[in-house]
């Protein structure tokens, strides 16, 4: 498999990778995307062209801009696919994606693209839906900001962007680890200063 | 360490003749208590002492795994194989004493899914009879498709026809009637699982069809044990016991190495489970890969060797045994 563009550190087994999306056979194609993610749909399609497959009449496109305002949803609807929605948030979208992945038939082809945010959540829908997890392709691009749950609280706090961060729940300094979540699409947030309370390093804005 | 999964003797119950290919057996425990329990496409390993000769062949269990009293198999007998099932279906009587495995699962039921979709050809019926009762238990939607060579052969179809009616869909070679397989496919709703067993050729149609079909590797399974091929004579070198062994034409190479008294680990014994890799020292010659576990690219290197179901042909082989 071909890697994202973005690069991220080596880790461990838990963070998930990504990879370029690519053309595949099936009975119709699910795409769903926020702000820079458009690049990757963009260039699915340019790449789907290259092999003279058009994937047009069959694709049902969900974009939404993403938290850092990126909206590229004009470029998208000059493509000319059989559905296209544009909304302002990724949970505007959610009951669409619902039901688009549960109305499905099996050979449905799923791709992923933008912040890691929209691909976690989307993944954990079709997971859901009774899609396996590694059965959809994913391609990351844009911000790295992180969607966290506070392991103590439960809560959790979208777009993280430093580390350590507050908790917007309950209050605590938790450090990001990059343990991740398939169920809930979240990284795992875990406090800093249990044992010196107080003692908080400085934060540092990591994920940009 | 033993190998394989742990054994237990155990009574023949019962032998019925379900037709003059295929016969079921029971086996309950020698002292009348509950056997280990099992989840649906559980196989247990039956021991045999064919006059002098060990065989030790896996068979799925049929049986309901709610129903802990003892366990159910069928074998449908091979007249061309290396008489395994033979043996089974000529010399195994009710209240023999046979030494068998707990059950080990490679064809589990994958508890995600929304709905079932269950495939069988032949005698690659018996784990999907286990897989239904706890399906039909849970409430979990399933379908099944069988096929078989004739009605005459294919009884099971009408005994779960009466249990689980329009769920249960029959086909019959010298009827005429067959699976529609690309249409079946296409025509499967979000967070189906499919499951395959059967004949090899069965298995790999449906796996391509699948594939172009868009379905993702995930949602499919499939379980195919392999009965180790006869073949040539050959001699194997086994380094770590200073051993060298012959290997008969009908006797597996995995056999023969328990026959030479080293204790090779196995689990499945037909090809499917990768317990028994084992590495290739040095090797003049052609290895005939006949697993489904190594990749093309470890079979082609040579390195890796599957003893139960694969052999060999040429001037030397060595492994680290």
């Known amino acids: 498999m071909k890697m994202t563009t973005t690069k991220f550190e080596p880790s461990i087994t838990t963070r998930p990778v990504y990879g370029i999306l690519e053309p595949q056979q099936g009975s119709a194609h699910l795409m769903i995307a926020d702000g820079e993610g458009a690049g990757a749909i963009l260039d699915l399609f340019a790449r789907a062209g290259q092999q003279g497959i058009d994937l047009r009449p069959s694709t049902h496109l969900i974009y939404v801009t993403a938290a850092n305002g990126t909206d590229l949803s004009d470029e998208l609807s000059r493509l000319g696919v059989a559905k296209f929605y544009h909304g302002p948030t990724l949970a505007a979208a959610m009951s669409r994606i619902t039901k688009a992945l549960t109305d499905a038939s099996m050979g449905l082809q799923i791709y992923l693209a933008g912040t890691e945010s929209l691909i976690g959540v989307a993944q954990s829908e079709a997971m859901k839906a009774g899609f396996p997890h590694d059965g959809m392709q994913t391609e990351h691009r844009g911000s790295l900001a992180r969607r966290v749950q506070c392991v103590h609280c439960k809560g959790i706090t979208e777009n993280v962007k430093t580390d350590p961060y507050v908790c917007s729940h309950c209050g605590l300094s938790l450090y990001v680890r990059d343990h991740y979540s398939r169920r809930i699409a979240a990284f795992q947030g875990v406090n800093i200063d249990a044992e010196d309370p107080g003692q908080v390093p400085d934060m540092v804005e990591k994920f940009t | ?321």
Not at chain 2, 44 to 53: A, P, R
Not at chain 2, 203 to 230: D, Q, T, Y
Not at chain 2, 251 to 278: D, F, K, M
Not at chain 2, 282 to 287: N, P, Q, R
């Open chain 2, 1 to 321: 360490m033993s190998a394989g999964a742990t054994r237990f003797p155990a009574i023949v119950a019962e032998v019925t003749e379900i037709n003059n290919l295929i016969k079921t057996f029971r086996f309950v425990r020698e002292d009348g208590a509950e056997v280990p329990p099992f989840s649906g496409g559980s196989h247990i390993v039956v021991e045999m002492d064919d006059d002098g000769t060990r065989r030790l062949n896996p068979y799925s269990l049929m049986s309901d795994p709610a129903d802990t009293g003892g366990y159910s198999i069928s074998v449908r007998r091979e007249d061309g194989g290396r008489g395994g099932s033979r043996f089974m279906h000529t010399r195994v009587k009710p209240g023999m004493t046979m030494t068998i495995s707990y059950p080990v699962n490679l064809f589990p039921i994958d508890g995600r899914a929304k709905k079932h979709l269950l495939l069988a050809g032949g005698i690659g019926i018996t784990p999907f009879m286990a897989h239904m009762a706890q399906l039909s238990e849970r409430n979990q939607i399933f379908e099944l498709h069988y096929g078989a060579a004739s009605r005459a052969v294919g009884q099971f179809g009408d005994r779960l026809r009466k249990h689980y009616g329009d769920r249960i869909h029959l086909y019959y070679d010298d009827e005429g009637t067959m699976m529609d397989l690309p249409s079946l496919l296409r025509g499967q709703p979000a967070g189906t699982h499919l499951y395959v067993c059967g004949p090899k050729g069965m298995i790999n149609a449906v796996m391509k069809i699948a594939r172009e079909a868009g379905w993702p590797r995930g949602a499919l399974h499939s379980e195919e044990f392999l009965a180790p091929p006869v073949g040539l004579p050959f001699e194997v070198e086994l380094a770590n016991s200073g051993k060298t062994v012959q290997v008969g034409a009908a006797q597996s190479l995995l056999e023969a190495i328990e026959a030479a008294g080293v204790n090779a680990p196995y689990l499945c014994r037909g090809g499917a489970c990768g317990q028994c890799e084992c590495e290739v020292a040095a090797v003049d010659g052609e290895i005939e890969h006949n697993d489904h576990w190594l990749t093309p690219e470890e079979k082609a290197s040579n390195s890796k060797i599957m003893p139960c179901v694969s052999r060999f042909k040429g001037q030397r082989l060595v492994l680290n045994l």
